[in-house]
């Protein structure tokens, strides 16, 4: 079973950011850069782009992985009871009863749902045991680059990072991901508005929203209910029909 449990940005307390402006190089094309060889490539980037750790952390966090491969499943079958396996189960949610315990600490098989229970308990215990995927796009002569680094947890340290590659794109990034194991990446940041265009639309919608006041104003305006025109046509009209005094008030007001 190759799964890879993802965490997205808002999970690592990490600020969700606008997206940066793209790095422009006209020195250096993107054919060029794709024909070196990882170390050369990442030499460039370190020289030509000083805080590119700086951008791996803010916008360029794409999502974080934990490769349940490196879990051994049977040992922690074959030394249930040691490992507690039935209560990092059971911490997920999944139906445990006593006699399954005790099944489970003798060593009985585990189903799909306990076993994806176990690497889930696992894997949030296990916080430095995460990989994180980062990278950003970087505009080369003759076309674009995203560069993508994976990275590590230091502990106190922070992450340490490795440069794993460059893609002609983010999409072709995550779909090379995908491929590889079964995950869902952080939908690529939206770009903002600019100031121009969010003025126009809030002049607009203030404009509709007085549209609607007036004419809510005119449909709605408080008019007298019937007993009120039989009064006022008793007092103001007593030789009169009721249609013609209502016609002779302006049907409307006095």
């Given amino acids: 079973m190759n799964v890879i449990y ?3 940005r808002s999970s690592l307390a990490v ?5 940066a402006q793209v790095l422009k190089f006209k020195s250096i ?6 024909s070196w060889d990882l170390y050369d490539q990442e030499e460039w980037i ?8 700086e951008r791996l952390f803010s916008e360029g966090y794409l999502g ?3 490769p349940i491969e490196k879990i051994d499943l049977q040992e922690y079958r074959d030394y249930a009871e040691d490992y507690g396996t039935a209560d990092l189960i059971a911490r997920q949610g999944t139906p445990m009863s006593d006699e399954r315990v005790d099944e489970i600490d003798a060593g009985e098989e585990l189903t799909d749902e306990e076993i994806e229970s176990l690497f889930a308990a696992i894997s949030e215990d296990d916080i430095d045991g995460w990989t994180s995927h980062h990278g950003f796009p970087i505009k080369l002569k003759g076309g674009s680059i995203f560069v993508y680094f994976f990275g590590y947890s230091m502990g106190q340290g922070g992450i340490e990072f490795t440069y ?3 893609f002609s794109s983010r999409d072709q990034l995550v779909e090379s991901l995908s491929d590889e194991y079964s995950l869902a990446l952080e ?11 969010v003025f126009l639309l809030k002049a607009l919608v203030g404009i509709a929203l007085f549209i609607l006041f007036i004419v809510g104003s005119v449909l709605f305006f408080d008019e007298p209910n019937d007993e009120e025109w039989i009064e006022h046509c008793k007092i103001n009209y007593p030789t009169e029909t009721y249609e013609e005094c209502r ?8």
Wanted: aromatic content about 12%.
């Fill in 247 to 254: 016609r002779l008030s302006g049907d409307g007001g006095w």
């Fill in 64 to 66: 974080c992985s934990y």
């Fill in 6 to 8: 993802m965490c997205f």
């Fill in 15 to 19: 600020p969700c950011m606008a997206k």
């Fill in 187 to 197: 939908d690529e940041p939206k770009k903002n508005l600019p100031d121009w265009l």
């Fill in 29 to 34: 094309s993107q054919q060029e850069f794709l």
């Fill in 46 to 53: 370190a020289e030509n782009i000083p805080d590119f750790e």
């Fill in 164 to 166: 794993s590659g460059a």
